[in-house]
């Protein structure tokens, strides 16, 4: 038992280092996920309408007429999904807000970190790996053009000599845009990159930076890899190959880029910028996406929901990541999305009807441990007795080697194995993963309400969180009710410190995975009383006395 706590103290202290969990604010339409699902039609994934096609078509101009804007315009492109406003300064986005998600502020959710547009380019500026134009692009003013249904913008400088064009075409219901660039001087185009610099999504999670990396799909090993900001701490770094999408995510939202030519570059960038007003700096993943004289793209921006991406791409599903127990994360995620859906319709009392379930799918093997853990402290006293016998011996002694061997011939004598009673418990450790993955990675947590508390997928905000409080009480219980296995009462002591490391412990996760910790040990305590009024007592083993050592008669 003592070593399956320590590994789930390694799971909750050492996960974030390598999956960066994060727990947004409450998001008020707890709908809003599914609904998001629901409105995504076959359509909505189609390129533009032909005449669209055809305005971005079109090659910049490369006579020698100027075209430019005469002063910075603000344009607003407005869909049931987006509000988006672009600059012309730039022909770049200021502004990119989703209408189904709130922050903290019970404002649209905005995706971009305005605070961090002091010290970088703001989102999808041109970005040059090699040759650069004469013009800084970023600062031209650019000609804007709407479209006659209020879905598309299209950008267009020329100075005569460096000839740039950027256009969006969003479509009224779907979280899908389509993007061309194009960049010539003197008659020949210029590969570049769109870039998103500064940080990407939700700026109100706890460590946002943590959470944020860029990311690509590798069509050709069919891998998803991702890069934080560490990567680039030298310099922007390119990673180019036949991929299938890359652009940026955090822990629930996303921003890739698809090319019909799968051949994309992704450079990654990182700025030490800050995400809040009076926050202090910190490095912030950016990316550009490109790498030709002209690019075209299907951009996805919007929520990391499984049956949203599954429709856009079969493939982006692989954004939302799972973990080493994905064969049982997923099963537990979608179980818990349809009871949610058929029968319960609230994500906390989901998470207590799947925990039973869990508990008792596994009861067999607690039985198993309970078993083994009552045989071992029966047999208590002769251990004691044993470990008295060899009591202020080193562990370089060679006897400490017959102790052991004592031990063992013991336990084979009443046919017990040492490991009975934790290895049952140890197999219940890929579920705690796996349910740890699901409630920190499914967007529908964000925002779900339960009882009291408001956000499943955020720490309770209350001056005393009372889910830990009350785990860390029903810990005490089910320990005092487990049968101890040793009679060294240090190690007793150590045990009965147990629950008070898993309270510090829980005290700032999700109140979706304290919910689920507390259920368990509820229907554990449940358990263990019917278990010990059920089964009989087993006969307490006499300790065997140690042969005394009687003097030898003298002889006269």
Same mark, same amino acid.
């Given at each position: ?118 010290? $970088? ?115 922007? $770094? ?64 919007? /929520? ?9 791409? /079969? ?152 889910? /830990? ?88």
């Amino acid at each position: 038992m003592l070593i399956a706590f320590i590994l789930m103290g390694a799971v909750l202290f050492l996960m974030p280092y390598f999956y960066k969990p994060a727990a947004p604010p409450k998001d008020a339409a707890k709908d809003a996920p599914r609904a998001a699902t629901t409105a995504v039609t076959p359509a909505a994934t189609r390129a533009p309408a032909a005449p669209a096609a055809e305005s971005t078509s079109k090659p910049p101009a490369q006579a020698a007429i100027p075209v430019a804007g005469d002063k910075e315009e603000l344009v607003k492109i407005e869909t049931s999904r987006f509000v988006v406003m672009f600059s012309s300064r730039g022909a770049v986005i200021t502004s990119w807000a989703l209408k189904d998600y709130k922050s903290g502020d019970r404002k649209p959710l905005e995706l971009v970190n305005t605070q961090g547009l002091q010290k $970088v380019s703001r989102p999808f500026s041109y970005y040059f790996k090699d040759q650069k134009p004469a013009v800084d692009l970023n600062q031209a003013l650019h000609a804007a053009r709407r479209s006659e249904d209020g879905l598309g913008v299209e950008f267009e400088f020329s100075d005569g000599q460096v000839s740039a064009r950027k256009s969006f075409r969003f479509g009224k219901d779907s979280y899908l845009i389509q993007v061309v660039s194009q960049v010539t001087a003197g008659g020949a185009t210029l590969s570049h990159g769109l870039a998103w610099q500064g940080g990407f999504g939700d700026a109100a999670v706890e460590n946002a930076a943590a959470s944020q990396r860029a990311v690509y799909f590798d069509a050709t090993s069919g891998s998803l890899e991702t890069k934080e900001a560490k990567e680039a701490k030298d310099g922007p $770094v390119t990673f180019g190959g036949n991929f299938l999408f890359a652009g940026l995510e955090d822990a629930y939202f996303a921003a890739v880029f698809m090319s019909a030519g799968n051949r994309l570059d992704l450079t990654v960038f990182s700025h030490t910028v800050a995400r809040a007003p009076n926050a202090a700096e910190e490095p912030h993943v950016g990316a550009a996406v490109g790498g030709e004289g002209r690019n075209e793209f299907s951009l996805f921006v919007g /929520p990391k929901d499984m049956d949203l991406l599954r429709r856009v791409n /079969p493939k982006l599903e692989r954004l939302i990541d799972f973990g080493w127990f994905a064969f049982i994360a997923r099963p537990l995620f979608l179980g818990l999305n349809w009871l949610n859906d058929r029968y319960v319709h609230n994500y906390g009392w989901s998470i207590v009807v799947v925990t039973i379930i869990i508990n008792f799918a596994l009861l067999p093997l607690k039985l198993t441990s309970m078993k083994s853990m009552k045989r071992m402290q029966a047999l208590q006293p002769q251990v004691a007795a044993l470990n008295e016998k060899y009591k202020g011996i080193s562990m370089r002694d060679p006897r400490k080697a017959q102790q052991n061997q004592e031990l063992m011939d013991l336990y084979k004598k009443h046919g017990i194995n040492p490991m009975g009673g934790c290895v049952p418990m140890l197999l219940q450790i890929p579920f705690f993963i796996a349910f740890y993955k699901v409630l920190t990675v499914a967007i529908e947590l964000r925002g779900a309400e339960w009882l009291w508390v408001k956000d499943l997928s955020a720490p309770e905000h209350l001056p005393i969180r009372i889910l /830990p409080v009350a785990m860390l009480v029903s810990q005490f219980v089910m320990q005092k009710l487990t049968p101890t296995t040793t009679a060294d009462p240090a190690q007793q002591r150590i045990m009965m410190l147990m629950p008070l490391m898993l309270g510090f412990m829980f005290y700032g996760v999700s109140s979706g995975l304290v919910l689920y910790w507390l259920t368990g040990n509820l229907v554990g305590i449940a358990q263990q009383l019917i278990i010990n009024r059920l089964s009989p007592p087993v006969p307490v083993a006499q300790a065997v006395p140690a042969p005394s050592k009687s003097k030898k008669p003298v002889r006269k």
